[in-house]
């Protein structure tokens, strides 16, 4: 029952997916020739210039895949004594990896055909546009949640075939996919991200700041990589990146299951993780439809907003009743007596704490609450003052949502163990399909924006577009305190399955080792986010010395004579990311396993119990900041 329960709410996500995109490419282009040409080449070049880049960063991606899958063939098989083994699991590492990209590439595809879809609605009606803007979107949402449900629920029946009679083996191998899913994420989101915010330092300084130009001027020759960005980073990164998110969770509540006979006996208690998953697809395509607006501005931050709280109280009643069917009443693990309503309570802590949290990263992100007033208003004494309240507001910011976390934490862990870790991080995301489509909504419209601006259409064009931007950049930064919680409660639960598996039961901090390891481990993420602002630095230069080279070497740019070299910025973007990615990617994958084998397992641990501590607080500030 639960495994066609799954299957069933896969092919509603992906028939929605399907559905959404053929509302999106069957809106067509309207105007007069000349806006027709402009509309046509402008979206054309978003489109290729985003395909080359992810076809480039992919190329790179899918080599150091390649290679990490040997590493794990050779790993896996010598712990199990088993090359077979070791190349099931290299084999459900790439599968995740896969399924990962053709994620990605399916939403990024559908994304940069429905931006210019939705500035040809905007001039007819806010609500026109916005409905196109929120189906490119739900492409992404529920197209990557179909996959992920998919693959997940395939590869599990998958190994169970081949290990009938050891289902926590079987659970071993599927925790290769959710590995796979990750890096796929952790190069997706740091490669866009490196080259979205060059492309738009470079585009701004250069074009609003020195030639005293609009932005997304036509004039700007960074302005085409500056909205392909748009799509790379915050399209088909925060799609991997979820996607991610959502495979290591319900990875760690297969393995952590598996671990106990009565769940490991039990089909549809097994299951269980990804049936959550599962379940929230019709729970977001219900939600979806009360996505209207009026052609009143204030109703797109609204709606956007309550999309989240509704999907969230439906998701509480099938939470509720699938637990009631599927769960079995009680189970043992390490000793401790867990409860069908443990279980329970720890899904719903983790997706009304996400409720939490996302409410409370809007307070601090919106425009429609004091902390961003007060960041406005330090600007009228300038640069420095608004850089300090800014830096102020975001460490400030982390304080609620690291209490959240630190209270479903503790509760989770309290009433259903490590188990209950895994669980609170499904039920933070088990709403994703319709976060994610928020998510993606963003980058449309600010896309659409852009092109109205390039093809020179009427004002009116661009208000609308920049009411749904708007709406769009507090939506998003919800959808980053989302994405941050349930990785650490993804993380948490990973940590804890790893501790279980290497026998460590406790850390000792008054070992010197241990300490000093811990301390080790807060400086990870303080490097990564140094490589990556560095990155984002060196590419950030060579976009504004190519900027500068063009607006000399061309003076007709300025009075429309000459075109910019639009791609020239695109290439600089694409190998400046692609270039600058590998070292804090190679840093995230790498680091642990060096120094497990150096120091030993106890020492590991406490670097990953330091790296995830500081991770939280400082993605959080950063995010909001």
């Known amino acids: 029952m639960t495994i066609n329960l799954i299957f069933i709410c896969a092919g509603i996500a992906i028939l929605a997916s399907l559905i959404f995109a053929k509302k999106v490419l069957a809106i067509p282009l309207s105007g007069k020739p000349e806006e027709l040409e402009k509309l046509n080449f402008i979206s054309k070049a978003i489109q290729e210039g985003a395909l080359a880049f992810l076809l480039a960063e992919y190329r790179y991606v899918g080599a150091f895949c390649v290679l990490f899958a040997g590493l794990i063939l050779v790993a896996m098989g010598i712990v199990h004594q088993s090359f077979y083994l070791g190349f099931l699991s290299a084999l459900s590492f790439v599968i995740g990896a896969v399924v990962s990209s053709v994620a990605a590439f399916l939403g990024m595809h559908i994304a940069t055909r429905g931006n210019v879809r939705t500035t040809v609605q905007a001039r007819t009606s806010l609500a026109q546009a916005f409905s196109v ?82 932005e997304d001027d036509p004039r700007n020759p960074a302005v085409i990589a500056d909205n392909v960005g748009d799509n790379v980073g915050d399209i088909a990164g925060m799609g991997a990146d979820l996607f991610g998110s959502l495979a290591e969770a319900t990875c760690a509540a297969l393995v952590i299951g598996a671990s106990t006979a009565a769940i490991s006996g039990s089909p549809s208690a097994l299951y269980f993780p990804i049936a959550i998953s599962a379940i929230g697809i019709p729970v977001s395509l219900i939600t979806a439809f009360f996505a209207k607006v009026t052609e009143d501005k204030s109703s797109v931050e609204k709606v956007l907003k309550k999309q989240i709280f509704i999907s969230t109280i439906l998701m509480t009643a099938a939470v509720i009743a699938l637990t009631h069917y599927f769960m079995i009443p009680e189970f043992e693990l390490g000793g401790q007596i867990v409860t069908q309503n443990g279980v329970l309570g720890a899904i719903l802590a983790g997706l009304w704490g996400g409720l939490i949290i996302g409410y409370v990263t809007e307070y601090y992100t919106s425009h429609s609450y004091s902390p961003v007033r007060e960041v406005a208003d330090s600007s009228k004494t300038g640069a420095a003052t608004n850089i300090i309240y800014g830096l102020s507001l975001g460490y400030k910011s982390s304080m609620v949502p690291v209490a959240c976390l630190a209270a479903v ?47 020179e259409l009427e004002k009116t064009v661009r208000e609308r577009t920049d009411v749904l931007d708007a709406a769009g950049n507090t939506t998003a930064a919800i959808g980053k305190g989302f994405a941050i919680g349930s990785a650490v409660l993804t993380a948490l639960a990973l940590f804890a399955a790893f501790l279980t598996r290497s026998d460590v039961h406790q850390l000792d901090l008054l070992k010197p080792h241990v300490f000093a390891a811990l301390l080790a481990g807060t400086v990870l993420p303080m490097v990564f986010t140094a490589q990556t602002m560095r990155a984002v630095g060196k590419a950030a230069f060579s976009m504004i010395e190519e900027v500068r080279f ?76």
Do not use: H
């Open 409 to 455: 934490i503790y509760f989770s862990w309290t009433y259903a163990g490590m188990y209950g870790i895994a669980m609170a991080a499904i039920g933070m995301i088990s709403t994703i399909a319709i976060g994610l489509t928020i998510d993606a909504y963003g980058p449309v419209s600010d896309n659409a924006g852009g092109i109205a601006e390039m093809c």
């Open 133 to 214: 803007a929120f189906d490119a979107g739900a492409v992404m949402g529920f197209g990557l949640c179909g996959l992920a449900v998919l693959g997940l629920i395939c590869i599990s029946l998958f190994f169970t075939y081949l290990f009938p009679n050891n289902i926590y083996l079987a659970m071993e191998m599927v925790a290769g996919f959710g590995l796979g899913g990750s890096t796929v994420a952790l190069f997706g989101r740091v490669g866009g991200g490196i080259f979205t915010k060059a492309a738009d330092v470079g585009a701004d300084l250069v074009g609003k700041v020195e030639a005293g130009i609009p």
């Open 550 to 625: 063009q607006f000399r070497s061309k003076p007709g740019i300025m009075s429309g004579t000459e075109r910019p070299d639009y791609k020239r910025c695109v290439a600089i973007s694409t190998e400046a990311a692609i270039k600058e990615m590998i070292a804090p990617g190679l840093l995230v994958l790498l680091s642990p396993l060096v120094f497990g084998v150096l120091f030993g397992v106890e020492a590991l641990a406490a670097l990953l119990a330091g790296a995830i501590a500081v991770a939280v607080v400082l993605a959080i500030s950063a995010s909001n900041s």
